[in-house]
């Protein structure tokens, strides 16, 4: 190696951030591997060697090491006291000494070698950078551009990578054409052998909760705190919000002037419907309002059981259960807690 093939290796360092002392360790470390594979008989000088590369010059020196003892049990290994200090009076007990055992043609066999090191360097830091840059995007929202459809998988380019909605990640009836831009929620990023794995999603709840950050400043400054989501991803969305501001109302931030933020939102989600719940510490308050858009007249706690029987007027009861169950499935996955709906009149004649 030379002067020139060193200064190529610094450019490399610093347009591809990769650590230039982990390079040249890297490289020194592939050459004593081959100098033992090419050079060393298994009981060879050589199976005890370092590999030095000349930072400037890119010189490479190969020196065999053995340690100063005072009795030699391995001559390979070992060199005594005395025969040491006759190479340098300084040389003291479990010192290592150096011979250079440098081939001739070992500079060639480098260069190659080298090349073949550095190259799988660069794929490997540029994976891991572009790993690194997308996990600081995981549950997050990136843009992405559709690219085509697959075996039921849409297909996603979302920068560096290309990435794949899958089926259970799409949203029911949605479409996807090439070339429309659509919103992701980051479910996680993984590193693979064969760089970094993106898993996006359209139904994850993570993806409403991020969708109300961007379009509701008070909840991105965190005076507004979303507490729970429950979703249907493409049919309903449920979600319960404080507020840490007795001067602000938590429903009226996310809804926005005259609908426009929670408008926005709905539009981004092709339709989708959202109630926006406000949430309360007392498990009766809180499951009453994620009954809505239903009139809840009572409600009963079994805190032990985590079960709630709740009553409403007999004209709600199909509102409070919802299409197929739907609203009521919701609200129990918002709050946590298993709710059986009454009529008024059913209750009264259970109650007989």
């Given amino acids: 190696m030379n002067e020139e093939f060193i ?24 050459l004593e591997a081959a100098y033992k594979k090419n050079y060393a008989g298994p009981n060879s000088a050589a199976a005890n060697v370092k590999v030095t590369i000349n930072r400037d010059n890119g010189e490479i020196h190969v020196y065999s090491q053995k340690i ?6 391995d001559n390979v290994t070992e060199i005594g006291l005395e025969e040491a200090k006759e190479i340098n009076p300084k040389y003291d007990l479990n010192d290592v000494v150096d011979f250079e055992v440098t081939p001739k043609n070992f500079g060639r066999v ?9 190259t799988q360097r660069i794929r490997e830091a540029e994976r891991s950078i572009i790993y690194n840059e997308y996990k600081e995007k995981e549950y997050d929202i990136i843009t992405g551009t559709i690219l085509r459809k697959d075996k039921g998988n849409v297909f996603v380019n979302i920068g560096k990578l290309e990435t794949a909605i899958g089926p259970n990640e799409q949203m029911p009836g949605e479409v996807y054409k090439f070339p429309e831009k659509v919103k992701l929620y980051v479910v996680e990023v993984k590193n693979t052998p064969k760089g970094a794995q993106v898993v996006v999603s359209r139904t994850h709840p993570g993806l409403v909760k991020r969708l109300f950050e961007l379009e509701v400043p008070e ?11 429950s979703r249907e991803a493409g049919s309903r969305s449920k979600v319960a919000v404080v507020s840490h501001d007795e001067n602000v109302d938590p429903m009226g931030a996310c809804v926005g002037p005259k609908g426009a933020r929670v408008q926005n939102i709905v539009n981004e989600l092709k339709g989708e419907k959202l109630d926006i719940i406000k949430w309360s510490k007392a498990p009766e308050e809180f499951i009453a309002s994620a009954l809505s858009p239903a009139k809840v007249l009572s409600v009963d706690v079994d805190e032990e059981n985590k079960s709630a029987k709740v009553v409403v007027d007999d004209n709600q009861l199909s509102l ?3 299409k197929e169950g739907q609203n009521v499935r919701l609200a129990a996955k918002l709050t946590g807690w298993k709710i ?5 009149s059913q209750a009264e004649a259970a109650t007989e």
């Fill in 7 to 30: 200064g190529a290796l610094r450019e490399i360092v610093k347009e591809k951030g990769i650590s230039e002392d982990l390079l040249f360790e890297t490289i020194e470390d592939a």
């Fill in 68 to 73: 100063v003892v005072e009795e030699i049990f």
């Fill in 110 to 118: 480098a260069a190659q070698l080298a090349k073949g090191v550095v």
């Fill in 219 to 229: 909840i991105h400054e965190g005076v507004v705190e979303i507490k729970s989501i």
């Fill in 320 to 322: 409070a259960i919802g």
């Fill in 340 to 344: 059986d709906i009454k009529s008024k």
